[in-house]
C-alpha cells in the first residue's frame, strides 16, 4: 500500500470528509461553551461547567460507543454521533431562546457524547488501511482538524448573532445544520467487520491485555497528551477576557490553536513511520511543557497565542503518537474493549482536567494553572524516559 492507494481508498475518503464536517463544530464549542455558560450561568464560577459537562459525557459515552460501532459497525455509529450532535445544536438554541442554564448544560452533555464518537475517527482510518500504513492513515485522518479550525470559527462568527436579539444562538442552529451535512459521506464507508473484530473474546480476557506495559504507556500518554490540552485549552477564552482582550481575539487565538492541534498531521505520521511513536509521543510531551511555561511567562496576547500554538503541536505529537502506539499492540478481536477503555480513561482525565481547570483560573488565576500544568507533565516525561530504560 502506497500514499496514493490510500488517497484511492473509498472508505478511508468518506471517513476524511465526514470528519472534516463533523469536526469544524468542534472549534465552535469551545468558544460557545465558555461565553454561553457565562451568559447564562447564575455566578460566573459556573460558566466553565457546560464545557466540564461535555468533557464528563465523553466519559461515560466513549466505551459503549466503541462496544456499539463493535457490534454494528463504523458507519452505524458514526451516523449515531452526528444525530446526537444535532439534537445538542436544537437544545443548545431552546436554552439560549430561553434563558435556561440547566438546558445549557444538557445540550453540552448531548454534544459531549457526539464528540467521543468522533474521536474514533482515528481508528476507523486504521481499521481501512494495511498494518504498516497506519500511522499515516490515522495522522492524514486528523489532518482534517486544520480545516475546522478555519470553518469553525469563521462560522461561529458568521451565525453567532443570525438569531438576533438572541446572541449565540444561530451558532448553536449551525452546529445542527453542519451535522447533518456531515452525515453525507458516511455512505462511501464500508469498513469489513473482521476489522473490528467480529468474534470477541470475552469483556475481562480483553481488559487482561492492559497488563502489557506498551498497552499501559499508549493510553498514559494520550491521557495526559489530551488532559492537560483540555486544561489549559478550556479556560483559555475566559482568561482572555479577565485580562481585556474581545471575543474575537480569543476566538483567534483558539483558531490558531486548532491549526496547530492539526497541521503537523501533514507529516507526523510519516514521522512516526521514521523514528518510531513512543518516541514522537514523548517529544510531544516536551512541547507540552514548552507550552505551559510559555502561558506562565506572561498575560500579553504573543504569550496567549505562543502557548496555545505550542499547546496544538505538543497535543499533536503526543496524541498521534499514543493513539499509534496502541493500534499496533491491541489484536483485533480485542480493538472494540481496548479502544472504549482507552477512550474512557482519556474521558476520565480530561474530565477532571477540565473542572480542576474552571476552578482554578476562578480561584487562582491563569499563571497558577500553567504552572500546574508543568508540573504534571514533568513527571509524566521523567516517567516516560524512566519507562524507556528499563525496557533497555
Known sequence: MSVLSIARNKSFLGLLGANTILGAAMPMLIILGGLSGFMLAPTPTLATIPASLQTLASLFASAPFSLFMGRFGRKAGFAFGAGLAILGGLLGLAALVTGSFALLCIAHLVFGAALSCYQYFRFAAADAVSSDWQPVAISLMLTSGLIAAFVGPELFVMTKNALAPTPLAGAYGAIAVLSLIGMLPLAFVNIPAHALGKKRPPFLSSLSVLKERSIRNAVGLGAISQGIMVFLMIP?????IGCGFSEEVSGDVIRWHVVAMF???????????????????????????????????????????????????????????????????????????????????IALVSTICAFAAGALVAGFGWIVLAYIAAAILGLTLCATLLSGRSTT
Open 236 to 240: 483559555t477564552p475566559l482568561a482572555m
Open 263 to 345: 497541521a503537523p498531521s501533514f507529516f507526523t505520521g510519516f514521522l512516526i513511520k521514521r523514528f518510531g511513536a513512543k518516541p514522537i509521543a514523548t517529544f510531544g510531551i516536551g512541547l507540552l511543557i514548552i507550552a505551559a511555561l510559555v502561558a506562565a511567562a506572561g498575560l500579553t496576547a504573543p504569550h496567549f497565542y505562543g502557548s496555545l500554538i505550542l499547546l496544538g503541536v505538543g497535543w499533536n505529537f503526543g496524541f498521534i503518537g499514543a493513539t499509534s502506539m496502541l493500534a499496533a499492540a491491541v489484536p483485533d478481536d480485542m480493538k472494540s474493549v481496548v479502544q472504549g477503555v482507552n477512550d474512557t480513561l
